[in-house]
């Protein structure tokens, strides 16, 4: 027997403090909880039942399908179509809004997820996760349509994800503070091992794919040559770097020691707007980021107040210890006006 706190204690306890709260939302957190522990299981036998390599198909965005990006959402799509509370779902291996089979009730809740983050890690086996967020959807809407999870993410009920390392932990939040619980495989719950997580405001690491820097634009190339320069630059001390190209362990390592995280708006295809999504990476990871004290911005705006226009949407994304956040929104505003001014201009940037 565990002597802590279990996930499915602690979200009771949550729902006890709202008065009038009927258990729904309880039990939906609870059914996701599930699924991510149904996923946690197949990621960690990994070759053992076969299901490493490609799936042999495309998503929506045309990004090749690793066999573990279709079994997670398959696993969330069967554990959550069931349950009432969900109104529809959407996710990052789905083209389309995922509508509740006629046969099961619906319930108030619009689900979005992405099943299986940094899914070019699976193969070697290198961390991976599950990024959530959870919407109301509109009052009066029976069959929820793309527009109706055309949100802000300001809107989010909730935000998670669950991590997929040494250890698998699923970290919470509902706009009261981030938590973080670890699986104990032996008894199978999740207990509360990372209480009120809190980004340190004070960074000297940034993780960013630093191949790309050719196709930055300039207020990004300034930060992390800056960065580079260490003690002998303006920045007056020496930084660490990290890439692990999983969101979701970039976001953890910043919850539990600081930095800064960059995907940032490049030149490489000027049709995209970046390369994480808006509406299930980049929202409910800006959510937890800001609840833990952090900040989140595409580099011009708040994430969390970024209007979407399409589910599938991307958008450049900087996160992570405050002030770090602050200097490189500072950077991209002094260029931007020096722009305006008359200097040449980015094709194609966002502004
Ligand atoms: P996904 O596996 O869900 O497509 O997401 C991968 C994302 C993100 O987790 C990571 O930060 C980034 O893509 C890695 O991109 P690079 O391959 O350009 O490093
Ligand atoms: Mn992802
Ligand atoms: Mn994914």
New binding site residues.
């Given amino acids: 027997m565990h002597n802590g706190t279990s996930l499915t204690q602690f979200i009771i306890e949550e729902q006890r403090r709202i008065p009038g709260a009927t258990g729904d939302f309880t039990s939906l957190l609870n059914d996701i909880v599930t699924a991510c522990k149904v996923i946690a299981n197949a990621v960690s036998k990994g070759g053992l039942i076969g299901i490493l390599g490609t799936a042999g198909s495309e998503n929506v965005q045309g990004?090749t399908q690793k066999k573990l990006?279709v079994i997670a959402n398959d696993v969330l799509v069967r554990s959550m179509e069931w349950t009432g509370h969900l109104a529809a779902m959407a996710s990052?291996e789905m083209e389309d809004v995922y509508r509740i089979p006629g046969r099961y009730p619906r319930g108030k809740y619009l689900l979005l997820f992405?099943p299986?983050?940094?899914?070019?890690n699976i193969d070697v086996n290198v961390s991976?996760g599950t990024i959530f967020s959870v919407l109301r959807c509109p009052e009066g809407v029976d069959e929820p349509a793309v527009e109706h999870f055309l949100q802000p993410g300001t809107e989010q009920v909730c935000a998670g994800y669950a991590i997929y390392g040494p250890s698998t932990m699923l970290v919470l939040t509902t706009g009261h503070g981030v938590n973080g619980f670890t699986l104990d495989r032996e008894i199978g719950e999740f207990v509360l091992t990372h209480p009120d997580m809190q980004v340190p405001a004070e960074t000297s690491e940034f993780a960013i794919?630093v191949s790309?820097e050719r196709f930055w634009e300039a207020p990004v190339q300034r930060y992390v040559r800056e960065c580079l320069q260490g003690e002998e630059g303006p920045r007056g001390r020496n930084f660490n770097m990290r890439?692990?190209?999983?969101?979701?362990a970039?976001v953890h390592r910043i919850l539990t020691r600081g930095g800064i995280f960059m995907?940032p708006w490049d030149r490489r295809d000027p049709s995209k707007p970046g390369?994480?999504r808006l509406m299930y990476?980049a929202n409910p990871m800006a959510m937890i980021v800001e609840q833990a004290g952090g900040a989140a911005s595409t580099g011009r705006a708040r994430i969390l107040e970024v209007r979407p226009t399409e589910l599938h949407q991307r958008v450049p994304v900087v996160l992570g210890s405050r002030e770090e956040v602050e200097r490189v929104v500072r950077y991209h505003r002094e260029h931007d006006r020096a722009r305006a001014r008359g200097g040449s201009p980015v094709e194609g940037a966002p502004v």
């Fill in positions: 990004e990006d990052e992405d299986l983050d940094g899914s070019s991976v794919n790309n890439w692990v190209a999983s969101m979701v970039e995907y390369r994480l990476e």
